[in-house]
């Protein structure tokens, strides 16, 4: 099993920036994927950004790419979103997650842990 803690959303301002923590525990050695997924009001969950926990690949969706990046601190157990040129149309819920299966998946239902979540609301 394991936990993942998120932390650092906000309200910010459009232009603004902010970064996202989350923290994994538990049984996190089985765990190949991290990712950030988010879920505006009245909409379905997305996929923001992957990162392969050993190896270096990243992966981000078309409508965060130039403004996003995700990163990992392996000897923490964290992975980071660094989020740049906020956009109102970025407001949303903002989940941490774990996937312990090979090959990278946008589908949510294809993560194994889920956060709580931390809101990031972007005025204009």
């Known amino acids: 099993q394991v936990s993942l803690m998120e932390s650092g959303g906000g309200s910010v301002q459009a232009g603004g920036s902010l970064r996202l923590s989350c923290v994994a525990s538990?049984?996190?050695?089985?765990?190949?994927?991290m990712g950030w997924f988010r879920q505006a009001q009245e909409k379905q969950r997305e996929g923001v950004a992957g990162a392969v926990r050993f190896g270096g690949s990243t992966y981000l969706a078309d409508s965060v790419k130039g403004r996003f990046t995700i990163s990992l601190d392996n000897a923490r157990n964290t992975v980071y979103l660094k989020m740049n040129s906020l956009k109102p149309e970025d407001t949303a819920m903002y989940y941490c997650a774990a996937r312990e299966v090979a090959g990278f998946s946008w589908k949510a239902s294809e993560w194994n842990y889920w956060g709580q979540g931390t809101k990031v609301t972007v005025s204009s």
């Open positions: 538990g049984g996190i050695f089985r765990v190949k994927y």
